[in-house]
């Protein structure tokens, strides 16, 4: 029998905002859905939200779940908590904020909380038409525990966010490492990997400074024409593709330092979410290409 806490049993007995929200074509509103997780894995969630265009913010949020008891908690609180938001503060939503909201979690149902962290980032960024961030071309992308398609940036990610050191967490909070448990030595040599990264000088706890100073010496090697060349690269093989699906697009005008000036066009131009297409589509995808010192205008 798990140990729940008393708002995790009180969501699961009365859970909040289950079943989905369905298009009604009601002018200024738009519905988006992400899912995550598999009925073959054993938890899937389904995250829908109702959002005011005009402002971007969160009117309503409902999840369907094949889950246990604390994913259909962890579902219940997520969709109390963003309720209200704008997508922008909905996407600082962690996943320890969600088993802090519940009181905690019992370690090993970490993962319904992760599931729900994710469902809500590929609801808003189906909402978006941005594609979530796969990483397939490097090596942080390569697929690490195939049982459950768990590559190494998600346990990268997993780790850092939650301070985690060993394998068995990471089996908790992403199931990788759960099944056939092939993948296990190679969740230990990235998690070493990461507290090696934690551990250098002047570093964060949660590397954060590393990856910034990775990328700040690749910039320095970089000389202004190069680092031109490789914004224009990932701006045309990265973000226009995604842009153009959608009826806009974006043209490279100038780069200032690290200021680096876009024409945002056709569906972009006059979109009343273009402030966010920059800041999500645009300059973070330029930050975690060339920069992470990058800042996108539009002009
Ligand atoms: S490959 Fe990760 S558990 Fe089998």
Not at 97 to 111: R, V
Not at 253 to 268: F, I, N, S, T, W
Request: charged share 25%; glycine share 8%; proline share 2%.
């Amino acid at each position: 029998m798990w140990d729940y806490t008393d708002k995790v049993l009180e969501l699961f007995y009365d859970p909040k905002n289950q079943g989905e929200i369905e298009e009604t074509g009601e002018t200024g509103v738009k519905v988006a859905t992400g899912e995550i997780g598999s009925i073959a894995c054993g938890d899937a969630l389904r995250l829908h939200l109702k959002v005011e265009v005009e402002s971007d913010k969160i009117l309503d949020a409902r999840f369907q779940t094949f889950g246990c008891t604390s994913a259909i908690a962890s579902s219940s609180a997520l969709t109390e908590m963003i309720k209200g938001l704008t997508l922008d503060e909905a996407l600082k939503v962690s996943n320890r904020d969600i088993a802090d909201y519940l009181g905690g979690l019992p370690e090993a149902k970490m993962h319904c909380s992760v599931m729900g962290q994710e469902a809500l980032e590929a609801a808003i960024y189906n909402y978006r038409g941005i594609p979530l961030a796969t990483h397939d071309d490097d090596d942080e992308g390569a697929l690490v525990c195939s049982c459950f398609g768990i590559s190494e940036s998600k346990i990268r990610r997993v780790i850092l966010e939650n301070n985690l050191t060993d394998a068995e967490q990471v089996t908790n909070y992403v199931k990788a490492g759960g099944g056939c448990g092939s993948c296990l030595a190679n969740i230990d040599d990235i998690i070493r990997s990461v507290q090696q990264e934690s551990a250098a000088p002047n570093l964060n706890n949660y590397g954060v400074k590393v990856a910034t100073e990775i990328v700040t010496s690749k910039q320095q090697a970089l000389t202004n024409v190069q680092k031109i060349a490789l914004i224009q690269k990932v701006l045309d093989e990265e973000v226009r593709p995604v842009l153009i699906a959608d009826g806009g697009d974006v043209e490279l005008y100038d780069v200032e330092g690290d200021r680096v000036k876009v024409v945002l066009q056709g569906a972009c131009g006059s979109c009343s979410s273009s402030t966010a297409t920059l800041k999500i589509a645009i300059e973070a995808r330029l930050q975690d290409r060339v920069s992470k010192s990058l800042v996108v205008e539009a002009v």
